[in-house]
């Protein structure tokens, strides 16, 4: 049985051996015309939710053919930043034990705990120029 980090080591291995679309769509298992589309043409069902008395966020939930190749997808990229991550980051990554909750939002908030000052935003537009 495969030990979480062979895992880890061996999806890294697999995204980083794309050399061509072709390489990709098969990593994916999607052919290239469905690739196109979704890249180029993207379908979400987009709603609001209530965020408070006031205001709403809006969800975009992607199809869900979109959704699968982004997940898929996902999978290669968190191999991949698994070694390059700082430690510093908790939010949404992958584990070498498979314990999600490793590292999450709890985790991080530990580090904060006693400290005078802590600065939480959440960054509507952002660009560099």
Excluded: W
Excluded at 24 to 33: A, K, M, R, V
Excluded at 44 to 73: M, Q
Excluded at 91 to 97: D, P, R
Aim: charged share 25%.
């Amino acid at each position: 049985m495969a030990t979480p980090v062979s895992i880890i080591r061996s999806t890294n291995a697999a995204f980083k051996a794309i050399r061509s679309i072709n390489d990709l769509c098969d990593l994916l298992d999607i052919d290239e015309l469905k690739l196109a589309l979704l890249a180029n043409h993207p379908r979400y069902k987009v709603f609001k939710i209530r965020k408070n008395a006031t205001k709403f966020r809006t969800i975009e939930d992607p199809e869900p053919l979109l959704k699968e190749t982004l997940s898929t997808l996902n999978t290669y990229l968190q191999a991949v930043y698994y070694y390059q991550r700082p430690s510093c980051a908790h939010g949404f990554t992958i584990t070498a034990s498979g314990d999600e909750h490793e590292r999450n939002i709890v985790s991080n908030a530990s580090f904060h705990i006693g400290k005078p000052y802590l600065l939480n935003i959440d960054l509507k537009i952002f660009s560099i120029r």
